[in-house]
């Protein structure tokens, strides 16, 4: 009897979980596991990836972005994690979130916090920076695994949205594809232009 009654427990919590997890973040979610990635670049010193970056695309089911014209800007703080600035243009409001990076074992990947939200202390967010030659691009992959089912999300960053050919988005979008199995109908190209960019007074709170 105690067994089963402990064997409905994790049942419930499976389900609980599951339930919650989809609920809140809807990104991709499927059984498995994160798989162990294999970097294009190995990250010694992350100094050199601080600063300002423009997202020129990101997973349709990113769960806090929603908007375009979307920059995250990373410098260290007072602890020495990375603090981290994203903001993002929603109907020409400018929405900020604030939040830490904080360091691995892996110098390839971070563990995100947003804003002191109790959410983001039990499910950080993951952040692994796949491949970056840290002056142009940086490929962004992200697995969180909770039991058995894994929730996961892509970004493609540049340092200059405005000088990029079609042949090179082409070549990222293959790259996501290849590796993480993102077909291009499930990524958003993010807008830089002056309409999608134009903004009016005020400021929002992104959606953690």
Request: charged share 25%.
């Amino acid at each position: 009897m105690n067994i089963i009654s402990k064997f409905e427990k994790y049942i419930y919590f499976f389900i609980f979980t599951i339930l919650l997890l989809s609920s809140k973040s809807y990104c991709r979610y499927s059984f498995g596991l994160c798989q162990t990635l294999k970097y294009e670049t190995e990250i010694k010193d992350l100094k050199p990836y601080l600063g300002k970056w423009y997202e020129i695309i990101r997973s349709k089911t990113t769960p806090f972005e929603k908007g375009n014209c979307a920059t995250a800007e990373y410098s260290i703080n007072e602890k020495g994690n990375i603090k981290i600035e994203n903001t993002e243009n929603r109907q020409h409001l400018v929405t900020k979130a604030h939040g830490v990076g904080k360091l691995t074992n892996d110098n390839n990947r971070l563990k995100l916090f947003f804003d002191d939200s109790i959410w983001n202390y039990f499910f950080p967010g993951d952040y692994r920076i796949v491949k970056t030659d840290f002056k142009t691009y940086s490929i962004v992959y992200s697995c969180s695994q909770y039991l058995f089912m894994k929730f996961e999300l892509v970004w493609v960053l540049v340092r200059d949205p405005h000088k990029l050919e079609q042949s090179r988005i082409d070549e990222w979008t293959q790259f996501i594809n290849d590796n993480f199995s993102f077909n291009p109908e499930e990524l958003f190209y993010t807008k830089h232009d002056p309409v999608s960019c134009k903004t009016s007074s005020g400021e929002g709170k992104a959606e953690i």
